[in-house]
């Protein structure tokens, strides 16, 4: 039964703004992976792509793979992934990143980052058939419970 947690991984050249990025995702209840390069990021993917619900990168990064380049490969790799990007010099047109892709300026509110978050994966995340199950069962052991 898949997990209520949401698995993030947050690619960031900046060490302050990927640890500020984690710090907030992290005191919200996401588990968070963190990467300093797309080549980290893309072992990381390779490793655990099955765990991981959202790709959160910035665009410009050192490397051979910016964030639009990963943001790309992501989406044919593994297309589950939802997807947010973020950028302080660069506005990518829409065309350019990979569809159902969310763009985010720098600098961003958290606000902004959780609400963009909340909507990607409510939108690529399908239901846990077997939780509903669940939740069902639950509620007809409370309800016999109570007759009693």
Known sequence: MRSDVTVVLVVEDDALTRQLAVELLSENGHEVMQ??????????????????????????????????????????????????????????????????????????????????????IGLTRAPDPGAELVMAMQKRRQHLAMRH
């Open 35 to 120: 990467a300093s390069d797309a080549g980290r990021a893309l072992t990381i993917l390779n490793d655990q792509a099955g765990r991981i619900d959202l790709l959160f990168t910035d665009i410009q990064m050192p490397g051979h793979m910016n964030g639009s380049a990963l943001a790309r490969y992501v989406h044919v790799k593994w297309p589950w992934i939802a997807q947010l990007v973020t950028s302080g010099m660069v506005r990518p047109k829409p065309a350019a990143l990979p569809a159902a892709t969310h763009f985010l300026a720098k600098p961003y509110r958290s606000r902004d980052v959780l609400s963009q978050i909340q909507e990607l």
